[in-house]
């Protein structure tokens, strides 16, 4: 990495942003605190972010924020060079945490997804699966959604600023549901909704607006799968369908990939 030379003197920390395979969603949430940059700017050097600078500053880095999933042996080599240059390695959103959207190839034939969208697949070069940050490298802290939550990446960074532990939820979406005061889609309407398992953060924005919620926090931390799957399908919800409401943005997270495995249809074995 090459750049312009750290001002001597400048003691701030210094912050690097990161992406692997991803939309950019995550980082444009950073670009998106308008209010906080300038202040966010003056705490902290901003020593590599490639979607606001070219520039960039040479590690060691205080801390890093990395988008995105492993999806390629290139993305292995370089998240292991991101954590031997970074104090603190924070994990940005669903791609990150549990393998994106592009983890459903984990589910299906090498090669399948590859071949019913470009002409040309051999060009590809891609591993078959896409893999979460923490499954190449050690990982000191987590923020889940897709994208994340705003307020709880200012809690983050301010709070590895102050040299605490930042306070982000483990409980669900349905606690943020009962807050704000909307009435339960899944009791009172029969909407197929992950609320009861999936983390809060993002303020139960889907119910509020009358859908239900597709999980895109991750599961919460004691997130009861096998009841809600229970409950959904006694609702009348097909277990093709039940598989597709665990397998969006955060398939490749442990429960969820759990919970999605145990409804797969099975076949004969021939
Ligand atoms: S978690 Fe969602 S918003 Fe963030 S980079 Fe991945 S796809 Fe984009
Ligand atoms: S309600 Fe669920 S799907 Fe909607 S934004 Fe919140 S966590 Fe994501």
Same mark, same amino acid.
């Not at 897709?146 to 669900?172: F, K, N």
């Not at 239900?212 to 799968?225: I, R, S, W, Y």
């Given at each position: 990495m090459t750049g312009p030379e750290p001002v001597p003197g400048d003691a701030r920390p210094s912050l690097a942003v990161w992406?692997?395979?991803? *939309?950019?969603g995550?980082?444009?949430?950073?670009?998106? *605190?308008?209010?906080?940059?300038?202040?966010?700017a003056g705490a902290? =050097? #901003?020593?590599h972010f490639t979607e606001m600078s070219r520039a960039s500053i040479a590690g060691p880095y205080d801390v890093s924020l990395v988008e995105g999933s492993i999806t390629t042996e290139e993305d292995a080599r370089r998240i292991r060079e991101v954590r031997e240059s970074?104090?603190?390695?924070?994990? #940005?959103g669903a791609c990150a945490t549990a393998g994106g959207i592009q983890g459903l190839r984990n589910f299906a034939a090498s090669g399948e997804y590859a071949r019913a969208v470009y002409a040309h697949p051999e060009y590809l070069a891609s591993l078959d699966t896409s893999? $979460?940050?923490?499954?190449?490298?050690?990982?000191?802290?987590?923020?889940?959604? @897709? $994208?994340i939550?705003?307020?709880?990446l200012l809690e983050v960074v301010t709070a590895?600023?102050?040299g605490r532990r930042p306070v982000l939820p483990g409980h669900s979406v349905c606690e943020q549901c009962k807050a704000r005061g909307t009435v339960c889609l899944l009791v009172a309407g029969g909407t197929p909704c992950l609320g009861p398992v999936t983390r809060a953060g993002c303020g139960a924005l889907c119910p509020a607006v009358d859908r239900g *919620? %597709?999980? @895109? %926090?991750? $599961?919460?931390?004691?997130?009861? &799968?096998?009841?809600?799957?229970?409950?959904? #399908?006694?609702?009348?919800?097909? &277990?093709?369908?039940?598989? =597709?409401? %665990?397998?969006? %943005?955060?398939a490749g997270a442990p429960a969820f990939e759990k919970e999605g495995r145990a409804h797969e249809p099975r076949h004969p074995a021939s």
């Amino acid at each position: 990495m090459t750049g312009p030379e750290p001002v001597p003197g400048d003691a701030r920390p210094s912050l690097a942003v990161w992406k692997f395979a991803s *939309c950019d969603g995550c980082q444009l949430t950073l670009l998106d *605190c308008e209010e906080e940059l300038l202040a966010l700017a003056g705490a902290v =050097r #901003i020593a590599h972010f490639t979607e606001m600078s070219r520039a960039s500053i040479a590690g060691p880095y205080d801390v890093s924020l990395v988008e995105g999933s492993i999806t390629t042996e290139e993305d292995a080599r370089r998240i292991r060079e991101v954590r031997e240059s970074s104090r603190t390695l924070v994990t #940005i959103g669903a791609c990150a945490t549990a393998g994106g959207i592009q983890g459903l190839r984990n589910f299906a034939a090498s090669g399948e997804y590859a071949r019913a969208v470009y002409a040309h697949p051999e060009y590809l070069a891609s591993l078959d699966t896409s893999t $979460p940050v923490e499954q190449h490298v050690h990982v000191d802290l987590a923020l889940h959604g @897709c $994208p994340i939550d705003r307020g709880q990446l200012l809690e983050v960074v301010t709070a590895l600023l102050a040299g605490r532990r930042p306070v982000l939820p483990g409980h669900s979406v349905c606690e943020q549901c009962k807050a704000r005061g909307t009435v339960c889609l899944l009791v009172a309407g029969g909407t197929p909704c992950l609320g009861p398992v999936t983390r809060a953060g993002c303020g139960a924005l889907c119910p509020a607006v009358d859908r239900g *919620c %597709f999980g @895109c %926090f991750g $599961p919460a931390d004691t997130a009861n &799968t096998e009841a809600l799957a229970r409950r959904l #399908i006694s609702d009348g919800l097909a &277990t093709d369908a039940l598989v =597709r409401l %665990f397998r969006t %943005f955060n398939a490749g997270a442990p429960a969820f990939e759990k919970e999605g495995r145990a409804h797969e249809p099975r076949h004969p074995a021939s």
